[in-house]
């Protein structure tokens, strides 16, 4: 079993829809990483976050410690969203982030 | 600029062949990261330096594998006598502080494809 694992790990949704991606994890962590990869592209981080809620623009990231369960939301989806969602985790002590395997968004118009 | 870069974007090598992967972090950052990302998985963890010392190097997968980042700022990854299971994205990040103090958001470069023929 994974340390890191999301759901759903493709999804289609038509413009406009609200996007839910979610993340678990198995181990302790000091804090969570949510990170956009576009094909042929880097990687740009979109959140880092320790607890709570975090928002930026149409994202809205919510962490709960006690569940070890992260989600990442997009709302009024748009094509331009269409990417890789990699959620990251960094373990207690640890300099490492572990990932994820992504989940493959396409926004259709 | 100001972001981590990474040359070349793009590597095709005939197996056997040594290849050197190069990764400018952003200026100032103390710690860098090396991950490898095959084809449709996450990045994994190759190795770390904070400053000058390589103090993880845990996930480099075998003894072909070398990193160095000499004077603490640019780094070089290098694959001897390269094998097709080493095709891959090769991601550089870097931070500003010291991973595992505090969690400073980490910095990727764009990568570079490795493909071994």
């Known amino acids: 079993k994974n340390e890191v694992e999301q759901s759903p790990q493709n999804l289609t949704a038509q413009e406009g829809e609200f996007i839910t991606i979610n993340c678990s994890y198995s181990v302790g962590i000091s804090a969570l990483h949510w990170l956009q990869q576009h094909p042929g592209g880097g990687i740009v981080s979109l959140f880092m976050?320790?607890?709570g809620k975090k928002k930026h623009g149409r994202l809205i990231a919510t962490i709960n410690i006690q569940e070890k369960h992260s989600s990442l939301h997009i709302t009024a989806s748009h094509p331009r969203d269409s990417a890789v969602y990699i959620c990251?985790?960094?373990?207690?002590?640890?300099?490492?982030?572990?990932f994820g395997t992504g989940t493959r968004l396409t926004i259709i118009p | 600029g100001a972001g981590v870069s990474q040359s070349p974007r793009y590597k095709v090598a005939k197996r056997g062949q040594d290849v050197a992967l190069r990764c400018d972090p952003i200026?100032?950052?103390?710690?860098l990261f090396w991950y490898q990302q095959a084809l449709g998985q996450g990045p994994e963890f190759l190795t770390y330096f904070q400053n000058e010392a390589q103090l993880d190097k845990s996930g480099l997968p075998s003894d072909r594998f070398f990193a160095e980042r000499p004077e603490g700022s640019v780094s070089t990854l290098k694959i001897q006598r390269t094998q097709q299971e080493d095709s891959a994205v090769y991601l550089c990040?870097?931070?500003?502080?010291?991973?595992?103090?505090?969690?400073?958001?980490?910095?990727f470069g764009p990568g570079t494809r490795l493909t071994v023929t």
């Open positions: 976050l320790s607890s």
């Open positions: 200026s100032g950052h103390v710690s």
């Open positions: 990251a985790v960094y373990n207690f002590g640890n300099e490492k982030l572990t």
């Open positions: 990040a870097s931070l500003a502080g010291l991973a595992g103090v505090s969690s400073y958001e980490q910095y």
